[in-house]
C-alpha cells in the first residue's frame, strides 16, 4: 500500500504492456461506427495513443465486456455532476485496488530522492476533441494559470509548495515533463491520484482563445461581456472547471464527456472517443456508452433506487434504507451490494476549540470535559439501534485494516462509563446544578451544548437524539442546531459554533507513506480546530496560532513526516500522532465500518460484490473504475 517510488514504463495497475494498437485487433465503437463510416471520425486505430493503457481484466478478477448502455445515477445537487469527474477516475496516476499508486494518463512516472518527478505521457495522446494531449498542456497550466497573478492571486496550489517553494518546471521533450523540489513531495502523487484532484495541465488550444496573453484585448473584452463576466481572468476560470465539468465546450480526458449545460435536471456525459484505455480483446473502453446524472431530491433517492431508477446508486442511500431496498430487489431488477467504509469514524462530533464564547472555549478544552462527554455516549445503543449491530464502537481513529491499528488508540473513551463521566465534570468544578438537574457552567449558564448539523441526513439526527439520553445522565443537554452546509462550515469557520457533527477521518486505512496531515491542525476543514488550520493554509495571515501544547507538537510531528527518510521514521510518527489524539479526545468518534448500501442493476458486470467505499483514497465507484463497468443482457 506504500506510494510508489519509482515506476517502470507500464501502463495502468493490472494492465498488460502490448505493442502498439493495430488496425486489424481493434473493434471499433459501434455508436462511432457510423461518425468513423462518413468520415466525420478518425478510426480507433488513429484515436488512440500510440501505447494505450490495455486493461488485462482477468488479471483483476474481471469479465472483457461489450459495448453500450446507459449507467443511470440520481443526485441531490447540480454540483453533484462533478462526480462524473470522481467516478471516471481518470488521473494521471491513480490508486489500484491494493491502494497502490501506479501510472494511468502517463506511460510512465520516475522518483528520485522523493523530490524529481519525471512525467512520461503517452505518445500520441489526444483531448476528447481530438487535439494533441503533451507538456504544451502542462506549460501553460504552469505558467499561464498556476503563476498568472489574475488567474492565481495566491500563487500555485499548497500541495505543489515544499517549505513555501514551487518546483522548478521543465520541458524534457513534447511528451515529457519534469518537477524538482529541493526537498521531497510526498503529496504530489497522492494529490494527483485523489478523488478530487490535482490538475497540473488544461487544454490550452481551447483555454489560450480566453487568456489575456493570446487572445486579442478587444475580442477578449467583448467575449467576457457577452459571458457576463467581469473581465478576461472571470471568463477563463468560468470555463477553466475541469472538476466541476459544468462546461460543455471544455475538452476532457475522461471516460465521458459532460454534453449539458447549467442548469439542468438531467445531465448527460457522452463516451470520450479518443479515451486511452483499450481492453484485451481490442475494445475501447467506456464498455457504456452514457453515464446519466438526474437531479432529485436526496430524502427521495431510496424511493427511487428502490423503484428502479438507478443503475446504480449509493448518494444519499444509508443503511437504514437497506430493508426496503433488498424487499425490492427482484421488483426493480436490482440487487443491493453492501460495502464496507474507510472512515475513521462513520460520525464524530467536533468541539469548536477555536470558539469565540470565551467560557466555552476554556471548557472544551479541557481534556477531561472532552473525555467525559465521550464517556456518557451509549456506542452499544447506537450501533444496534441505528446499524444493525454491524458497525465497530469505536472512537475517531484508523481502522483494524491499517498496519497503525492499535485496539487501545480505537477504544480510547470509548467505552460507557456514566460514572466516570460524572467524576470527571465533578473534578472539574461543574458540581453546581440547575433545578433540572443539569449542570452549570463557571460562568452561571446551564451546561447546553448546541451541536450544529449541516440539516442534510436524518442520520445524524437520530444519532444525536440517542447521544442526547446519555448525556442528560451526566447533568449536560443537548440542543441540534440544522443550517445548509455552507452555513454550516461557516459559523464553525468564525467561531459561532459550540460543537458539530461530520463524519471522521477520511482515510481509516492509513499507511505509514500516506500523510498525518489529517491529524494535524493544516486545515481549515478540520471543524475541531479551524483557525488554527487557516493559520497553517494562510501561512499565519488568518486565523490563529495553535495555542495548545498537544495541538502544538502534532503540527511539529506533521512537518517531521515531511522529511522522514523511510517508512520506519514515518510510522514512528504516525503512531505518536494517533497516541495524541487518542489521549486528548479532540474529536468525539461513535462507530466506525459502518456498511453502505450500493443499488446495483442485476446485470451490472464487473462491480465488485464486497467493495471499499471512500472518498480519499477511493474515489467511492472510481477506484473499480466505472469504464470497465457493462451489461451482460
Request: net charge positive.
Amino acid at each position: 500500500m506504500n506510494v510508489v517510488r519509482t515506476v517502470a514504463a507500464l501502463v495502468l495497475a493490472g494492465l498488460l504492456a502490448g505493442s502498439p494498437a493495430e488496425a486489424a485487433k481493434l473493434i471499433e465503437t459501434p455508436v462511432l461506427a457510423g461518425a468513423v463510416a462518413k468520415g466525420e471520425m478518425p478510426p480507433l486505430a488513429e484515436r488512440l495513443p500510440a501505447e494505450p493503457a490495455i486493461v488485462e481484466l482477468a488479471g483483476e478478477g474481471l469479465q472483457p465486456g461489450r459495448h453500450g448502455g446507459d449507467l443511470r445515477m440520481l443526485i441531490s445537487r447540480s454540483k453533484d455532476l462533478r462526480l462524473m469527474v470522481v467516478y471516471g477516475y481518470t488521473r494521471l496516476v491513480g490508486y489500484d485496488r491494493n491502494f497502490d499508486i501506479k501510472p494511468d494518463l502517463l506511460k510512465a512516472i520516475s522518483v528520485k530522492e522523493g523530490r524529481i518527478f519525471t512525467l512520461s505521457l503517452r505518445r500520441g495522446h489526444r483531448w476528447s476533441d481530438g487535439q494533441p494531449f503533451g507538456s504544451e498542456d502542462f506549460r501553460y497550466y504552469w505558467e499561464d494559470v498556476a503563476n498568472n497573478p489574475e488567474l492565481s492571486p495566491n500563487g500555485p496550489p499548497r500541495s505543489l509548495l515544499v517549505d513555501g517553494e514551487p518546483p522548478l518546471f521543465e520541458i524534457v521533450d513534447e511528451n515529457t515533463v519534469r518537477y524538482s523540489w529541493a526537498k521531497p513531495n510526498p503529496f504530489f502523487l497522492p494529490r494527483l491520484a485523489g478523488a478530487s484532484p490535482l490538475f497540473i495541465y488544461r487544454p490550452a488550444h481551447y483555454l489560450k482563445r480566453f487568456h489575456a496573453r493570446y487572445a486579442e484585448a478587444k475580442d477578449l473584452a467583448a467575449k467576457a461581456k457577452a459571458a457576463k463576466q467581469r473581465n478576461w481572468a472571470a471568463l477563463h476560470n468560468r470555463k477553466d472547471n475541469l472538476y466541476k465539468f459544468d462546461n460543455p465546450d471544455l475538452p476532457t480526458l475522461q471516460p465521458w464527456m459532460n454534453v449539458t449545460r447549467p442548469p439542468a435536471t438531467r445531465f448527460v456525459g457522452q463516451r470520450n472517443p479518443y479515451f486511452h484505455r483499450v481492453d484485451k480483446n481490442g475494445r475501447q473502453l467506456p464498455y457504456l456508452d452514457r453515464l446519466i446524472f438526474s437531479k432529485s431530491d436526496g430524502k427521495l433517492i431510496p424511493a427511487k433506487a428502490g423503484a428502479g431508477e438507478a443503475d446504480l446508486q449509493s448518494r444519499n442511500i444509508f443503511l437504514k434504507d437497506f430493508t426496503f431496498l433488498k424487499e425490492n430487489e427482484k421488483r426493480g431488477r436490482y440487487r443491493v451490494l453492501l460495502w464496507r467504509t474507510a472512515k475513521g469514524a462513520h460520525l464524530a462530533l467536533y468541539p469548536n476549540l477555536n470558539v469565540n464564547d470565551p467560557v466555552w472555549r476554556k471548557l472544551l478544552r479541557q481534556r477531561d470535559f472532552r473525555r467525559a462527554l465521550s464517556l456518557a455516549i451509549e456506542r452499544t445503543l447506537i450501533n444496534q439501534a441505528l446499524y444493525f449491530g454491524l458497525a465497530m464502537e469505536h472512537a475517531n481513529t484508523v481502522l483494524p485494516d491499517s498496519p497503525l491499528y492499535s485496539e487501545d488508540y480505537a477504544k480510547a473513551a470509548a467505552r460507557y462509563d456514566p460514572k466516570a463521566a460524572n467524576r470527571l465534570l465533578d473534578k472539574l468544578g461543574l458540581k453546581k446544578r440547575d433545578d433540572e438537574g443539569t449542570r452549570l457552567m463557571p460562568d452561571g449558564r446551564p451546561l447546553h451544548i448546541i451541536v450544529e448539523t449541516a440539516g442534510e441526513e436524518t442520520e445524524q439526527t437520530d444519532v444525536l437524539e440517542l447521544v442526547r439520553s446519555g448525556w442528560a445522565e451526566i447533568g449536560v443537554k443537548l440542543f441540534t442546531k440544522p443550517s445548509q452546509r455552507e452555513v454550516f462550515r461557516n459559523r464553525i469557520f468564525s467561531g459561532e459554533t459550540v460543537m458539530s457533527i461530520w463524519s471522521g477521518l477520511e482515510n481509516g486505512l492509513a499507511t505509514p507513506a500516506m500523510s498525518p496531515a489529517e491529524l494535524a491542525p493544516t486545515t481549515q476543514q478540520s471543524l475541531q480546530w479551524p483557525k488554527w488550520g487557516q493559520h497553517y493554509e494562510t501561512s499565519g495571515a488568518a486565523g490563529e496560532a495553535p495555542d495548545m501544547a498537544p495541538a502544538q507538537e502534532l503540527a511539529k510531528l506533521n512537518q517531521a513526516w515531511l522529511r522522514a527518510i523511510d517508512n520506519k521514521a514515518q510510522a514512528k510518527i504516525w503512531r505518536r500522532m494517533l497516541e495524541i489524539h487518542a489521549a486528548e479526545t479532540f474529536t468525539i468518534g461513535m462507530v466506525a465500518g459502518v456498511m453502505q448500501p450500493v443499488v446495483a442493476r442485476a446485470d451490472l458486470m464487473n462491480l465488485p460484490e464486497e467493495g471499499v467505499y471512500n472518498w480519499d483514497p477511493g474515489a467511492q465507484f472510481g477506484l473499480y473504475r466505472p469504464d470497465t463497468f457493462w451489461y451482460k443482457k
